[in-house]
């Protein structure tokens, strides 16, 4: 059994940060790459920005220059710092996890973290 836990979100103003972490924990071989995806309110879900298993990261347009994305390899816990935030940022933030889950590549989602930015 993988999980995948989300931590981090709130509401802040417009301008202000949060950081959104998150933790995969469970049986598995290893994790390879780990994303932050998002959805807002009748918007599709998107990518934000993700990581692979040899530190290469891809940011979508809007969160380049403003968010940054990183892990920590040996607890299996990524960080999304996210800084000059928009009401236009609001929404559901999730965390992504593809691991090695004994031989079989599985991606395993959270259950997602509300991020709230007020104008």
């Known amino acids: 059994q993988v999980q995948v836990e989300e931590f981090g979100g709130g509401l802040v103003q417009a301008g202000g940060s949060l950081t959104l972490s998150c933790t995969a924990s469970?049986?598995?071989?290893?994790?390879?790459?780990m994303g932050w995806y998002r959805q807002a309110r009748g918007k599709q879900h998107e990518l934000v920005a993700r990581?692979?298993?040899?530190?290469?990261?891809q940011y979508s347009e809007f969160a380049k220059g403003r968010f940054t994305i990183s892990r920590d390899k040996v607890k299996n816990t990524l960080i999304l710092q996210m800084n000059s935030l928009t009401p236009e940022d609001t929404g559901v933030y999730s965390c992504?996890?593809?691991?090695?889950?004994?031989?079989?590549?599985?991606?395993?989602w959270g259950q997602g973290t509300q991020v709230t930015v007020s104008s």
């Open positions: 992504r996890a593809d691991v090695d889950d004994w031989g079989e590549q599985m991606t395993y």
């Open positions: 990581i692979s298993s040899s530190d290469i990261t």
């Open positions: 469970g049986a598995f071989v290893r994790v390879n790459g």
